[in-house]
DNA sequence: GCGGCATTTGCACGCGCTTGCAAGGTTTGC
DNA sequence: GCAAACCTTGCAAGCGCGTGCAAATGCCGC
């Protein structure tokens, strides 16, 4: 293939009169060097334009600072946005992000941690679907650290990081009552992503809870065109809802669009919308939607200051998950506040 | 560290009964050994858990598999689309995206150059910002091949993929003109990107070549937010334009919100606005906005196909570049049609 | 000037893998 | 039946680097 001509340690020993040993600590921090020596080294490497090769670094080190990202529908706003600052705090930490996107087959979670597992990343981080247990087993027999984002997993072993969706599903119920809703709706996705389930049953049981029932529909995936068809559902029915909790903001705006545009129905006057994550268009002028925001600057910080955290103290993989809280950002598609 | 302690070859190679070559072989395509020895070889392996290590792999042969994707601002719906379709393609051939952020400091384009030479990345995608020529050149002279995406450099040496924004902007002219708007305006933000300024300069020649004079304001970001500060500045002229070509879907999104919810002028019947690149948003029913549709799939099929077309053929890296069509999509924000 | 100590340096080995080379085994053609 | 051709296989070298160990150097106090 292409030829690839990199200069290696030995030219820039050689050039600097040097051993090959002494390159090699010029770039090792806290490595036995003087430091005349390793300025001599570090400026001859810049002239030659020397650059360590991380892939035998990470062969003798056995640590590549590689860490994988595992995900799919990778464009959608709120995935996006985790892996933007994933990828900053990660980079702020010297590691450095591969990206496996798994949108295409249904076993590609497997298919990305075993990729993972090539390049002897130090870790992966998995933000969308579930991996087979077995593969988690190999990934930590190897040493390979595992999180798992909004996952809500049961296995042990891998690090979680999930929100509290119950409580905030309570929070919104608070809302929805106060505004003197009743008539309330549940709109989800056919995902069926823990999250999202946790946030529908926790909507449900706080209703229950208030002596109310609530119109639970799921369509398709997480989308602004299953908004738009859930609103197709909900609002033609003969009850129709004023108050709907959408599992996600993409689903709301699909929502809300189709509500307006298609039934005419005002918003927040008639229908009280609720969403989650708290997307860019969130805050746009024509959507205004009162939502939970993800926070997405915490989620990152954690998983990086526990990968940063050392070995794993318990050997056999212990249990080891944290539960983050949503704050509700209130806007214009719930009555008062 | 972490103890990370993998499968070797060795290991495979001693419960399979053969040399390690062998086992080599086995996971090498078209490697000389025979099917027997492979189905041994591979079964072993699976039961142990056995994964080539692509880090020594690379090291061998001198092709790491890698590929550095470069950019900034990746939360952007433009740029998070790209994305999606450039590591579908790049796994769809068997190599892997390493993503590098450039959000934070000036000079990090180069330094984000210089991570894809520490893992020998086999090629960098550059989406965002610009390389320093030195540091171009020094990618290239190691071997090292590099794609720029709507950047239209002048350099010769990087693979170039462009649009013809020229000339979208000529068409884009022509349909404001059948609407019968005569007072045009140019919505551009102030990141100066060659492609941002080919859509502006292009929009303006042409309506000079009709003897209109197009007015040009830019701001900010290229952000919903600049948008609206860019609405709230060509909206309150004397002369209110009755049409915009916004640079960018985004800065159209935040214009249009700041025209109708601030300035309540209906779009497209007082103001006819268009966009470019088609995201996501633009063909939602509170937008429904007229755009050109970057053709991202071609876009990433290009830049794959070219990575795999093996060495370059000139050695002394040949200029190598191409320009690809924006298709008009004819949504709402123009009259007429 | 010299022994003791701390610091710096070079040598050589190994990380896990690929691959050229030659030896061994099997097939084919005559 | 034998040589030539082919397919397989193991050996060993080497990819670029980190690091333990021992040798070399420099410094200090006496």
Redesign the pocket.
Known sequence: MSQKV?V???EVADRA?????????A??PG???????RRKVLEVADALG????HL??G????ESGIVCLIVSDLASPHRSGLIKVLTQELQHSGKIAMLVNTDLSDGSVDLALRQAIRYRADASIILSGMPDKSITQLCLKSGQRLILINRDDEQDGPFRINLDDEEAAGRILTAFLRAGCRKLAFANSQAGTPSLMARESGFVAAARAQGLDVVVERYGWTSYESGRVLAQRLLTRSQRPDAVFCATDLLACGFMDAARHQFSISVPQQLCVAGFDDIEHASWASYQLTTFAQPLTTIAREAVSWLESGPVANPEGRASAIRLHADLVWRGTIRGG
Chains 1, 2 share one sequence.
């Open positions: 990199f290696s340690a030995q009169g040097v051993s090959r040993s002494a390159v090699s600590r770039f090792t490595a036995s060097v003087s430091p005349e020596t020397y650059h360590v090769n035998a670094r062969l003798m080190r056995n």
